[in-house]
């Protein structure tokens, strides 16, 4: 599933590229990866009070804002430089970039089931969102 998506990510950022060749081509293969993956995935459900639910998904919605502004801040500057994250829950060892790392915790918020760890996570920094709840990616 996943390959399919890249594939299809690639395909949608080939053709806007065509179209737009001013556009950075990673940063708009980001854009269609998150918009691809939100279209194929169902609306996930959040967890815990009516209250908890609310504040936790405006907390999200302005946490997974300002990560997607500095991921394209991040493109510009166009740092291979790569630093290893560690997921606690798995003991596994990511090697990513600076824009992967950040790319990958919008993609943790996103599927987070529960209000109060998505309450917690918005108060993290990338670092600490993919070693907490790494799982969740």
Not at 52 to 77: C, F, H, P
Not at 78 to 102: C, P, Q, W
Not at 104 to 133: G, P, R
Request: glycine share 4%; charged share 35%; proline share 1%.
């Amino acid at each position: 599933m996943k390959r399919n998506l890249m594939k299809e990510a690639h395909k949608l950022t080939k053709e806007i590229k065509e179209q737009y060749p001013e556009v950075d081509y990673q940063v708009q293969l980001g854009l269609c990866l998150s918009f691809l993956a939100q279209e194929g995935e169902q609306e996930m459900k959040l967890q815990g009070t009516e209250k908890q639910i609310k504040y936790a998904e405006s907390l999200r919605g302005k946490e997974i804002s300002k990560l997607q502004k500095r991921v394209e801040r991040k493109m510009k500057k166009d740092s291979k430089e790569t630093t290893t994250y560690k997921i606690r829950k798995t003991g596994e060892k990511l090697e990513l970039t600076d824009v992967e790392a950040i790319q990958l915790s919008i993609q943790i918020l996103n599927n987070m089931t529960k209000a109060w760890e998505v309450i917690d996570a918005c108060s993290c920094n990338t670092e600490l969102i993919i070693y907490h709840f790494g799982q969740y990616r």
